[in-house]
């Protein structure tokens, strides 16, 4: 019963932007934190951006560092990840993830995804 359902995706050119949403239920949303992951075609999945459970820390992997920003809002249960500066190698499926139990890694733990929403990059 826990859902997650992301939102916003589409085709862009590069150095275009784009807003992803995530609307989250079933589970007690502001206990802990909340990440993005995406999986391009054929390849694995790659953990993107976390944000912590009261929206005050957030973290980037490398690739997106100072392109990506993750937000959260908790009142409406809604989590999102704005994206600017899109290069084609950013193309993926993107997913809403959240998990259980906090602890371990940042990046990890996050075992629960939504449908995801495709994002394509080109010119």
């Known amino acids: 019963e826990v859902q997650l359902v992301e939102s916003g995706g589409g085709m862009v050119q590069p150095g275009g932007s784009l807003r992803l949403s995530c609307a989250a239920s079933?589970?007690?949303?502001?206990?802990?934190?909340m990440s993005w992951v995406r999986q391009a075609a054929g390849k694995g999945p790659e953990w993107v951006s976390a944000?912590?459970?009261?929206?005050?820390?957030?973290y980037y992997q490398e690739a997106v560092k100072g392109r990506f920003s993750i937000s959260r809002d908790n009142d409406n249960v809604m989590v999102y990840l704005e994206m600017n500066s899109l290069k084609p190698e950013d193309t993926a499926v993107y997913y809403c993830?959240?998990?259980?139990?906090?602890?371990?890694?940042?990046?990890?733990?996050?075992?629960?995804w939504g449908q995801g929403t495709q994002v394509t990059v080109s010119s």
């Open positions: 993830a959240a998990r259980q139990r906090s602890g371990g890694s940042i990046d990890q733990g996050y075992d629960i």
């Open positions: 079933g589970f007690t949303f502001s206990s802990d934190a």
């Open positions: 944000i912590s459970g009261g929206g005050r820390r957030t």
